[in-house]
């Protein structure tokens, strides 16, 4: 059903580029969402740890049966939104189309090398592209670099796809002011400034609270008392733009 996002992918030959875009190395450990029937799952250990997560009751059922034995594999049967997924480096993973956006929003909060995801046309194409025309295609830039590895056929998928597929490879960028103050995305923006300039810089919280300032000043940040969250595209291209260019030393 293609509304629950359960399409599996069948071709070996993509699940083989996916393996080598991943550079995978023995002591990576790797998350991967959406195992289905673990034919990814499978090729992933043959290299290296894997942390599979799998909703579906009976798909997770027939993944129990089929490598309950392999230290390699640790299974979880739970939705990826829901959990705190253990420590991981890399990601590779075909998940349901449907919470792709979710799930990108989520990966943010982890702190990992790289990830190698298929993912519909439509959402790649905005990834890659340089033009920003939504708050999550700006806020996912600012957290990652995305390039295009292939398409990905719909034939490759069974059920087969309706839509077109791309895979995308993607690497954290550097931890950033920006990426500090997007995460408290419940906080007002001055609050959230403040506060991720004094845990994230070792700045005292006087000096926190006075560089917050310059920075709402000097940018002509009218929107501070609004929660990060709650900004529209506009205003968060001006903060990060404005976070991006004050220098933190």
Same mark, same amino acid.
């Given at each position: 059903?293609?509304?629950?996002?359960?399409?599996?992918?069948?071709?070996?030959?993509?699940?083989?580029?996916?393996?080598?875009?991943?550079?995978?190395?023995?002591?990576?450990?790797?998350?991967?969402?959406?195992?289905?029937?673990?034919?990814?799952?499978?090729?992933?250990?043959?290299? +290296? &740890?894997? !942390?599979?997560? /799998? *909703?579906? %009751?009976?798909? $997770?059922?027939?993944?129990? @049966?089929?490598?309950?034995?392999?230290?390699?594999?640790?299974?979880?049967?739970?939705?990826?939104?829901?959990?705190?997924?253990?420590?991981?480096?890399?990601?590779?993973?075909?998940?349901?189309?449907?919470?792709?956006?979710?799930?990108?929003?989520?990966?943010?909060?982890?702190?990992?090398?790289?990830?190698?995801?298929?993912?519909?046309?439509?959402?790649?194409?905005?990834?890659?592209?340089?033009?920003?025309? +939504? &708050?999550? !295609?700006?806020? /996912? *830039?600012? %957290?990652?670099? $995305?390039?295009?590895?292939? @398409?990905?056929?719909?034939?490759?998928?069974?059920?087969?796809?309706?839509?077109?597929?791309?895979?995308?490879?993607?690497?954290?960028?550097?931890?950033?002011?920006?990426?500090?103050?997007?995460?408290?995305?419940?906080?007002?923006?001055?609050?959230?400034?403040?506060?991720?300039?004094?845990?994230?810089?070792?700045?005292?919280?006087?000096?926190?609270?006075?560089?917050?300032?310059?920075?709402?000043?000097?940018?002509?940040?009218?929107?501070?008392?609004?929660?990060?969250?709650?900004?529209?595209?506009?205003?968060?291209?001006?903060?990060?733009?404005?976070?991006?260019?004050?220098?933190?030393?």
């Amino acid at each position: 059903n293609e509304d629950e996002g359960q399409n599996f992918i069948v071709d070996e030959e993509v699940i083989k580029k996916e393996i080598e875009s991943a550079e995978l190395k023995n002591e990576d450990v790797v998350l991967e969402i959406g195992a289905g029937f673990g034919t990814l799952t499978r090729e992933i250990a043959k290299i +290296s &740890k894997v !942390i599979a997560v /799998e *909703k579906d %009751f009976r798909l $997770f059922s027939y993944l129990i @049966d089929k490598f309950e034995t392999d230290e390699r594999i640790m299974l979880i049967n739970d939705d990826f939104l829901d959990i705190i997924p253990p420590k991981f480096n890399k990601l590779v993973s075909n998940p349901p189309y449907n919470i792709i956006d979710r799930i990108l929003y989520k990966l943010n909060k982890y702190d990992f090398e790289l990830g190698v995801m298929i993912m519909p046309k439509t959402v790649s194409d905005k990834l890659i592209s340089e033009n920003i025309d +939504s &708050k999550f !295609i700006l806020i /996912e *830039k600012t %957290f990652f670099s $995305f390039q295009k590895i292939m @398409d990905v056929k719909n034939d490759a998928f069974y059920p087969m796809r309706r839509v077109t597929s791309v895979m995308v490879k993607f690497y954290r960028n550097k931890p950033s002011l920006a990426q500090y103050v997007l995460l408290k995305d419940e906080m007002t923006t001055k609050n959230a400034i403040i506060r991720s300039l004094w845990d994230n810089f070792k700045k005292t919280k006087k000096e926190s609270r006075a560089d917050a300032d310059n920075i709402i000043e000097k940018y002509n940040i009218k929107f501070e008392d609004k929660a990060v969250g709650n900004l529209n595209l506009n205003e968060m291209k001006i903060l990060i733009n404005a976070l991006n260019d004050y220098k933190t030393n």
